[in-house]
């Protein structure tokens, strides 16, 4: 219990208004956003496409933090937003001190690395399976280029 009460500490309130990126593909993950409220559209800018949108009491941006490997998706505000926001720096930092959390992490981690998802309870923002992630989803290639405009 005491890992969490340090957690919260770290813990920063962010807005975000109406076609605001909150990050994009390819950028380093560094942080971890809660949604408290509003909308954010998950989008593959590369093809065009739109994923989903995510809304009050979902969180995006864990997977590039805790695997290490750089965005895979854009993060765009459909309207005021406001989160929460964690930074890698923090999560782990906060982490040193607790050798379950650690342990957890480096779980995470592993699973990831063998793209396991099941560890961060996550689903794919498309079929919401728990064994893919949207850019990897059988449906994907249905959904992708250009329901985006250009």
């Not at 593909?25 to 800018?45: F, L, P, S």
């Given at each position: 219990m005491d890992f969490l009460i340090e957690l919260t500490a770290f813990f920063?309130?962010?807005?975000?208004?109406?076609?605001?990126?909150?990050?994009?593909?390819?950028?380093?993950?560094?942080?971890?956003?809660?949604?408290?409220?509003?909308?954010?559209?998950?989008?593959?800018?590369?093809?065009?496409?739109?994923?989903?949108?995510?809304?009050?009491?979902?969180?995006?941006?864990?997977?590039?933090?805790?695997s290490g490997q750089s965005r895979q998706l854009s993060a765009k505000s459909r309207d005021f937003t406001e989160a929460y926001r964690i930074t890698k720096e923090n999560l782990f930092g906060c982490c040193e001190n607790y050798i379950e959390a650690i342990t957890a992490i480096r779980n995470i981690k592993e699973s990831l690395d063998n793209q396991n998802y099941k560890p961060l309870k996550m689903r794919c923002y498309i079929c919401r399976e728990m064994d893919h992630v949207a850019l990897k989803c059988p449906r994907f290639n249905k959904c992708k280029e250009g329901n985006l405009m250009r």
């Open positions: 920063h309130k962010v807005t975000f208004v109406a076609d605001d990126f909150i990050f994009m593909e390819k950028d380093r993950a560094e942080n971890i956003y809660y949604i408290i409220q509003g909308k954010v559209a998950m989008i593959h800018k590369q093809s065009h496409t739109f994923i989903t949108d995510l809304g009050k009491d979902q969180y995006f941006g864990e997977i590039g933090v805790f």
